[in-house]
T-cell receptor, first 111, second 112 residues
């Protein structure tokens, strides 16, 4: 079983719609959760972090965490073509300093 | 602050040759990480430094791989006797704490 699982997609949404990206993780003791955006050929860019159960909003982005279900999600409201990228979920377990990354979900926003 | 800098951006090498990559982290960041990413996969952890001390190494880091951070500033990653399976993007990241990394642009290695 992989540490972090994501649906690889591709996920396509029309411009202006809400994009919903999901991630599950295996280490129940994990405390820190991150979403990175990666454009093709570029390195990952941190867009959201979340540490407590519930929702965290930053502009058009909302991260949701449910530790009981070991589930993290990212909602992108009013999706724009510039949001087209691969979104990586990363989890930091309770011990150690590495992050575990999922394989990423490819998002395409159609104008 | 120009972010995390990695050099070279691209490296093509013949199988069996040695290669060395350099990473300059954000100046005030004491934590430095190396990851490797292949096409269609997420980054995989290789090693972690806190200041000059290498505190964690992945099982992925075979004896052919070595990393240093001699003065707690820049870091180098060396791969000896490269193999085709080493072809990947090598990503360096730095942070001040555990609240998310800043990645560099990466070094893309192609072993032919």
């Amino acid at each position: 079983q992989k540490e972090v699982e994501q649906n690889s997609g591709p996920l396509s949404v029309p411009e202006g719609a809400i994009a919903s990206l999901n991630c599950t993780y295996s280490d129940r003791g994990s405390q820190s959760f991150f979403w990175y955006r990666q454009y093709s050929g570029k390195s990952p860019e941190l867009i959201m972090s979340i540490y407590s159960n519930g929702d965290k909003e930053d502009g058009r982005f909302t991260a949701q965490l449910n530790k009981a279900s070991q589930y993290v999600s990212l909602l992108i409201r009013d999706s724009q073509p510039s949001d087209s990228a691969t979104y990586l979920c990363a989890v930091k377990p309770n011990t150690g300093n590495q992050f575990y990354f999922g394989t990423g979900t490819s998002l395409t926003v159609i104008p | 602050d120009t972010g995390v800098s990695q050099n070279p951006r691209h490296k093509i090498t013949k199988r069996g040759q040695n290669v060395t990559f350099r990473c300059d982290p954000i100046s005030e960041h004491n934590r430095l990480y190396w990851y490797r990413q292949t096409l269609g996969q997420g980054p995989e952890f290789l090693t972690y430094f806190q200041n000059e001390a290498q505190l964690e190494k992945s099982r992925l880091l075979s004896d052919r791989f070595s990393a240093e951070r001699p003065k707690g500033s820049f870091s180098t990653l060396e791969i000896q006797r490269t193999e085709q399976g080493d072809s990947a993007m090598y990503l360096c990241a730095s942070s001040l704490d555990t609240n998310g990394y800043t990645f560099g642009s990466g070094t893309r290695l192609t072993v032919v």
